[in-house]
């Protein structure tokens, strides 16, 4: 009845509750309140969920959300996990998923990494950072906010989000003005895209503004070689980056922060 009549809270209440009661409290719900839930939850718990519950409720719960919606949370599986679920479901449910993910060769869509760490844009600093840091091998330093249906609402810096006081919430410090990449992009116009100009990293969105993957400058020449495979594109150098910050400690960030405003 909760998930029912205060569906947003819900999604909220499961980011704090720890993982196995938040497992047996999911497999006692049905599909349509799965997915109710799904859709306002950020991509990578989401995902998460998906994984972790019974695959007769994941299947049925992907099969009620829009079929954009189930894709991109299903690219954030791994390939074994998504083919599990997607021949588990009925033929009308199925064939418009499977040709969502498969964008056309050398677009944006095919090249990305589908694997992008989010948060809620009601997330406050202090559970953010929390989640950040437990998922710190999926995070980079660009954070990305969606909000529900997977759509990309803005971004946040991981200096900026250790910078923040701890009850601000995401909504109020990120930057919602951000460069992004269509899905459909080919090969070239990726390459051609003026946000490299600004940003190491850029978010790849389908034709509705829903995030479904990100895609790295490093990757670039790679990308004009034609050698780079988006499915190796590791984060191997993330959870370093991200602990270096961490060690930098809240008190120089903040001082560094009030220096560069004054």
């Known amino acids: 009845r909760f998930v029912e009549k205060h ?8 980011v704090s509750i720890d993982f196995a009661a938040r497992l047996i409290f999911l497999n006692r719900l049905s599909p349509a309140h799965i997915s109710a839930l ?7 718990l989401a995902a998460q969920i998906l994984g972790d519950i019974e695959t007769e409720l994941a299947v049925r719960a992907l099969e009620t959300l829009p079929s954009e919606t189930s894709a991109a949370l299903l690219r954030r599986l791994d390939a074994a996990e998504q083919q599990a679920l997607i021949a588990r479901m009925a033929a009308n449910a199925r064939d418009p998923l499977e040709q969502l993910l498969h964008y056309p060769d050398n677009s944006a869509g095919a090249l990305m990494n589908p694997r992008v760490f989010t948060l809620s844009p009601h997330l406050e600093a202090r559970a953010a950072l929390a989640h950040v840091r437990a998922h710190s091998g999926q995070a980079i330093y660009y954070i990305y906010v969606v909000g529900e249906d997977q759509r990309l609402l803005g971004v946040v810096n991981l200096r ?37 100009l600004d940003f190491p990293a850029l978010p790849v969105v389908d034709n509705e503004g829903r995030l479904v993957g990100v895609l790295r400058y490093k990757n670039l020449r790679r990308l004009q070689n034609g050698d ?31 220096h560069r405003t004054e």
């Open 160 to 196: 900026e989000l250790m910078a923040a006081e701890d009850d601000e919430h995401i909504e109020q410090i990120m930057t919602v003005d951000l460069a992004r990449i269509s899905a459909q992009a080919s090969l070239q116009a990726v390459i051609a895209h003026p946000g490299w």
């Open 228 to 258: 780079y495979n988006p499915a190796a594109d590791s984060l191997d150098t993330t959870g370093a980056a991200l602990g270096e910050l961490f060690r930098i400690g809240m008190d120089a960030l903040v001082k560094s922060t009030a």
């Open 38 to 44: 799904l859709r306002r939850l950020d991509g990578s």
């Open 7 to 14: 569906a947003d809270d819900a999604a909220r209440a499961l």
